[in-house]
């Protein structure tokens, strides 16, 4: 039996997978995100501890026979987070998130300290990623950065927990802005552009080898044998993608949850930093992929849900679907920029907008522009993609939002590919988590990295193409139209 612990944004999931490839048990505990000043986004990295016992309690609970013979466990988590540790590991600050955005200033420092920025980490410096938040924390908070001795990412300060011990893998460690990507290392150079060194960084293992075992006592409090493996495990979307068997080049996915992610997987490096793509590690040896990302997906639809009363995103999904070819046509455009954006804007400023607005405007116009605003968001995603070299026929939906039939078939409209439902598509970094820890316990990826069964299939409809087509040219004009008289937004921590 294989434990996959997924650490998310809003949650932190667990999940149970069994030697024959099939899930025996889940489990899952909520997270709250602290806002304090504008852009700023944190959360306390003991709640993940928390959290992770209390799952762990849930999943012993309704499934004690097949906990009790966990053999190895592999990590998920959010990526790009900065967790900060003294000199006796505690915890210096609440942990800088994924979609935090305090450090622009500090990525043109960055990009000017490090020429080849770019050429080694094949990414753009933008305020979500963790070298950057550190360049914040030295230039604001000068007595904390001098007392830091360790910096981990979010699923590494788990294993830390879990074992005692400081490992990461080289998909997460991609998302630092410290890692050359090609060699699969830490680079002495970028680090050194940040006032870093090797030794705040945790050891490099690949995801699917094992990285250190379980601590004793929570083996024993937790009924399991004295020696657990805990696999490299990955970066959320790496992570992902080993749960969907996209790790063959060309294999991909579109992920929504509170972000939208579009993952191509690569057999070599390949970097495009001037369209903001995303150029990571995978979750296994010697591959890659390229990534676009957009920071608001179905957190938007959440986030219209409250802002227009609807009881809930299912009864807002049946206003928006009762709706014809001729209300679709009417309704206003969405720029679902509501915390900034990355591809291809790179742009922590970026605001959200409906555009069209007239007294025949509904709810469900409203929210039919949210959806539709996500996938231009993606379909921009797959232009900079296909910029880079990429191309996909076919690409899986996995995530919250991949429930709806609906959204699916938008997607295959506006990014002119199929999309294809999964069954367990919810799974995601929790089910690839567990598939680490069964590779670090033996398994080869043959034999772990199934795709799981096609449950359905969209094929793009001609006639909603062009449609689409019109909407999506004029959703482009929008965001350079509206820059320059979008409302101001305070510089934190300035």
Known sequence: MFLGIDLGTSEIKLLLLDGHGQVRGRAAAPLTVSRPQPLWSEQDPEHWWTATLQAVAQLRQAAPDAFAQVRA????????????????????????????????????????????????????AMPGFTAPKLLWVRRHEPELFARTRTVLLPKDYLRLRLTGEKWSDPSDAAGTLWLDVAARDWSDELLAAGG????????IVESNRASASLRPELARDWGLAPEVAVAGGAGDNAASAIGIGATAPGAGFISMGTSGVLFVANDRFRPNPSSAVHAFCHALPDRWHQMSVMLTAASGLRWFCHFSGAADEAALLAEVQALNAQDLARAPLFLPYLAGERTPHNDAFATGSLHGLTHETTRAHGGYAVLEGVAFGMADGLAALQAAG??????????????????????????????????????GGALGAARLAWMAAGASESQACV??????????QPARQGVLAERLTQFRALYPALRSVRPSTSSAGA
């Open 73 to 124: 466990i592999g990590l998920s988590g959010q990526m790009h987070g900065a967790v900060l540790l003294g000199e006796a590991d505690q915890v210096l600050r609440p942990a800088i998130l994924w979609n935090d955005g305090r450090s622009h200033a500090e990525c043109d420092e960055l990009t000017q300290a490090a020429p080849r920025l770019h050429e080694i980490a094949g990414n753009l």
């Open 390 to 427: 990429t191309q996909v026929r076919e690409l899986s939906f996995v995530g919250g939002g991949a429930r709806s039939n609906f959204w699916a078939q938008l997607m295959a409209d506006a990014l002119g590919v199929e999309i294809v439902q999964h069954a367990d598509a919810d799974a």
């Open 451 to 460: 795709r799981p069964a096609v449950t359905r299939r969209f094929e793009p």
């Open 196 to 203: 870093l060194t090797r030794a705040h960084m945790p050891r």
